[in-house]
């Protein structure tokens, strides 16, 4: 995805390489700098492919948070790119990547964001409930119920989820 802030791109290319740079007198090696995309589906914030040292950010949470994205979401994916010219694979927020993003760039090593993101969603949900109360699942989960395919247990009761009778609203 093309994305037309040529400020934003300057910004986040910069922090990039600042990212990059560190990682480099830390480790004392040279890393290759990676290709920038965006895109504007989903509620991830960002994700690294390895093999081809690129990263891919969500253009819609940087432009609502671009400090955020600055200071944490850059540095994150940059991790996994480092740690995997380092270690090859590993487990994708394994100790290696939490070393690095502690000792690299004095960061807690999270794996979650916490940006709202809720008016980003594009699955719908339907209603089940338990004994607990509602439970929503997401068209995926409901269409394999609805299938004979699968049934889902509540993790805190441990009854099977039904559908929430629509009529009864």
């Known amino acids: 995805?093309?994305?037309?802030?040529e400020h934003a791109i300057e910004q986040v290319t910069y922090q990039i390489?600042?990212?990059?740079?560190?990682?480099?007198?830390?480790?004392n090696r040279r890393f290759v700098m990676p290709q920038l995309?965006?895109?504007?589906?989903?509620?991830n914030a960002g994700y690294a492919k390895l093999q081809s040292n690129e990263?891919?950010?969500?253009?819609?949470?940087?432009q609502q948070h671009p400090e955020?994205?600055?200071s944490d979401v850059v540095p994150h994916?940059?991790?996994?790119?480092?740690?995997?010219a380092l270690f090859g694979r590993v487990r994708p927020h394994g100790k290696e990547w939490q070393s690095i993003m502690r000792h690299v760039y004095q960061l807690n090593p999270t794996t979650k964001h916490q940006l709202p993101?809720?008016?980003?969603?594009?699955?719908?949900?339907?209603?089940?409930?338990?004994?607990?109360?509602?439970?929503?699942?997401?068209?995926?989960?409901?269409n394999r119920v609805r299938k004979g395919i699968q049934?889902?247990?509540?993790?805190?009761?441990?009854v099977t989820l039904t559908q929430v009778d629509q009529e009864a609203y």
């Not at 995309?37 to 509620?43: L, V």
């Not at 990263?55 to 940087?62: A, E, I, S």
């Open 68 to 70: 955020y994205y600055m």
């Open 37 to 43: 995309h965006w895109f504007e589906r989903g509620t």
């Open 117 to 142: 993101c809720e008016h980003l969603r594009r699955v719908s949900q339907v209603e089940y409930i338990c004994q607990c109360g509602v439970v929503p699942l997401s068209m995926i989960r409901h």
């Open 17 to 27: 390489q600042q990212c990059i740079t560190l990682a480099q007198r830390f480790y």
């Open 151 to 158: 049934s889902y247990r509540c993790k805190v009761c441990g």
């Open 55 to 62: 990263v891919y950010l969500n253009r819609v949470l940087y």
């Open 1 to 5: 995805m093309q994305f037309s802030d």
């Open 77 to 84: 994916e940059i991790a996994h790119l480092i740690c995997f």
